[in-house]
């Protein structure tokens, strides 16, 4: 029996109908672009995160710019950023007009921590991004005692829960979120989200989404077009109310993985002490990755190793990585692979897995 990398049509089936049904609703209103949908599902998923200001915004990558802009980051700052993460946490740096400086995370949880965080810290960092990788949650609160305001890159990890069961995304002085429909909260296109407490960085968001503007009068900033658009909030709206059973489902996959002996086989996801995650990739180790992606690939089993070169590696950010040594991020980035995950993977399925992982070994 194949098993699927990913299933992000089988979660969506029960609902399939009242998301025609709301897309058509959004073609008859006629209102695309920052009209009720999009105000109704900011209000809906700031109350969700219990967060004060929720901002749409384009997709996750403009969300990680636009909230260090808001932050005051620009040119002369350095923002620290972990390597090991897709290339679009630290991509989303340059364009401030900062220098993204890598750090390093932890070999077993694949998170930064504050001690990596401060290997890199120089009196010129202005923010840390910090990613909750693959749906686990990062040790933010460790991490912003450092002094310095923590960008919460939650792109992998909406529905996760950190310390004291505040929600992923609320955990920095600013959030991100995307919602590219892979993502645990996923549209039918691009989309995004910035989220926060605080009054004044909200304000500069939403003003930085339109063209630096208030009022389409008066442009205060150079910003950007970068907005959640109706039709997807509209879908997203739909979606919302099932997260917290998705992210349950993802954790129950990773206990029917557990239970199947997985890890008798390979290394298996640590959870960052206090976290509840909620796993948007099943992300194993093994000596032999490769040769273990091979052999479940022959056996029909969906695998994918994300992030073989690290983003410091990568020819665009090399300029900012001169002589950067990172040896958890090389060891992760050359044992990882990502198994089958999703909210609806059956015990057969994992069975299926694990029983190709055994053959393999
Ligand atoms: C950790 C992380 N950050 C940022 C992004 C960028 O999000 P988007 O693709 O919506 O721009 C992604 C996903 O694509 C991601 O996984």
Redesign the pocket.
């Known amino acids: 029996m194949p098993v699927p990398l990913f299933d992000t049509r089988t979660p969506l089936q029960p609902f399939w109908h009242e998301l025609t049904a709301k897309a058509v609703e959004v073609l008859d209103a006629g209102s695309y672009i920052l009209g009720p949908e999009v105000e109704a599902f900011e209000r809906e998923f700031a109350a969700y995160l219990e967060v004060g200001h929720a901002i749409g915004v384009a ?4 969300a ?1 710019t636009i909230a260090l802009r808001a932050l005051g980051v620009g040119p002369g700052d350095e923002v620290v950023v972990p390597s090991f ?2 290339y ?2 630290a991509e989303a740096i340059p364009p401030t007009g900062a220098r993204p400086v890598f750090c390093d995370v932890d070999p077993e949880t694949a998170c930064v921590t504050a001690e990596t965080v401060r290997a890199a810290l120089t009196p010129r960092t202005k923010a840390v991004i910090v ?1 909750d ?1 693959f749906g686990n949650v990062a040790p933010i609160e460790e991490i912003a005692a450092l002094g310095i305001p923590v960008v919460e ?1 939650a ?2 990890a909406a529905g996760a829960r950190g310390p004291g069961g505040r929600r992923a995304g609320t955990l920095g002085a600013v959030g991100t979120f ?3 429909p892979s ?1 645990n909260l996923g549209a039918f296109g ?1 989309g ?1 989200a910035v989220v926060t407490d605080d009054a004044e960085i909200a304000e500069r968001v939403r003003m930085l989404r339109f063209h630096g503007s208030r009022d389409k009068v008066s442009f205060e900033l150079v910003g950007y077009n970068s907005r959640l658009d109706e039709l997807q909030a509209a879908l997203l709206r739909v979606a919302l109310p099932h997260l917290d059973a998705w992210a349950h489902g993802r954790r129950a996959a990773a206990a029917l993985y557990e239970a199947e002996g997985l890890g008798e086989h390979v290394g298996l996801p640590v959870t960052v002490e206090g976290a509840e995650p909620a796993w948007h990739l099943y992300v194993i180790r093994d000596q032999r990755a490769d040769e273990l992606a091979a052999a479940l690939k022959a056996a029909g089993i969906g695998q994918k190793a994300y992030y073989r070169v690290p983003t410091h590696r990568q020819p665009a950010m090399a300029q900012w990585a001169p002589g950067t040594e990172l040896p958890a991020t090389e060891e992760l980035a050359r044992t990882h692979l990502a198994i089958p995950m999703s909210p609806v993977l059956s015990e057969a399925q994992a069975a299926e897995v694990v029983a190709a992982v055994r053959g393999a070994k």
């Open positions: 997709n996750g990558t403009d990680l993460t897709f679009a946490s990613v990788l890159d792109a992998q995307s919602f590219f993502k691009d995004g």
